[in-house]
């Protein structure tokens, strides 16, 4: 099968790679029909490299057909169309069972020091072979798979793979007063999303950003929207908005490699410059 791979630092390409097969009993394999391409996969592309190992194959936002089922899996069957989330979780260990599936015990990465395994994502998250690609062996299948119906387009249930439900939950993690208001900083792909949840819940939102296709989007969706390059003191902005108040809650969706980070973004090179062992103390 044909799958993007990782062979260096700005070194993305197109491989014939082998196809997947049914390792354990809880697998499916899905053909897939549509990947997203997330900014998570631009740190592995410039920052995060030296945990990615030549030939890895990328990708966690993934849909598609199921093609072959392990014995253990029962709620989806061949022919089934299903979104794959990007976290691989049992669902049944007890850190699922308290809706922690992000430090799912089953598939954790212990000798990491990091959580769950993630498809596409580096040794640090268990080095699954990811989901841009023809077809995908899916760990965990008898859980993670989201049977979704036939008719609509790739393009309605795709996000449900990542970017809604990260942004769902950014959203009820912020514990929005009935009739608050919360500030979304960043309005990227995540940020964008998070202000129209929490429209939809009844919310009052305040977006905030620089770049300009990002602050037209969001107001086209009907978000109050603060350009940061108009604003000497966005703390004050907020303040003026609110009865100088402030807003009730505050979601930080800017994410890796922001503008005007210079520390940060330093501090990041060097991480993609040292040994492995140094380098995933400091990550």
Known sequence: MKAVTWHGKRDVRVDSVPDPTIQHPTDAIVRITSTGICGSDLHLYEVLGPFMGEGDILGHEPMGIVEEVGAEVTHIAKGDRVVIPFNISCGSCFMCDHGLQSQCETTQNRDQGMGASLFGYTKLYGQVPGGQAEFLRVPQAQYGPIKVPEGPSDDRFL???????????????????????????????????????????????????????????????????????????????????????????????????????????????????????IAAKMM
């Open 159 to 277: 996000y449900l793979s990542d970017v809604l439900p990260t942004a769902w939950q950014a959203v009820e993690y912020a514990d929005i007063p009935e009739g608050g208001t919360v500030a979304v900083f960043g309005l990227g792909p995540i940020g964008d999303m998070c202000t129209r949840v929490a429209k939809h819940k009844g919310a009052r939102v305040i977006g905030i950003d620089l770049v300009p296709e990002r602050i037209i989007r969001a107001r086209a969706n009907g978000i109050e929207v603060l350009d940061i390059s108009d604003q000497n003191d966005i703390g004050e902005a907020l303040r003026d908005l609110t009865d100088g108040r402030g807003p009730d809650s505050v979601i930080d969706a800017v994410g890796m490699e922001a503008h005007g980070a210079p520390i940060g973004k330093a501090a990041q090179q060097i991480v993609g410059l040292i040994p492995d062992a």
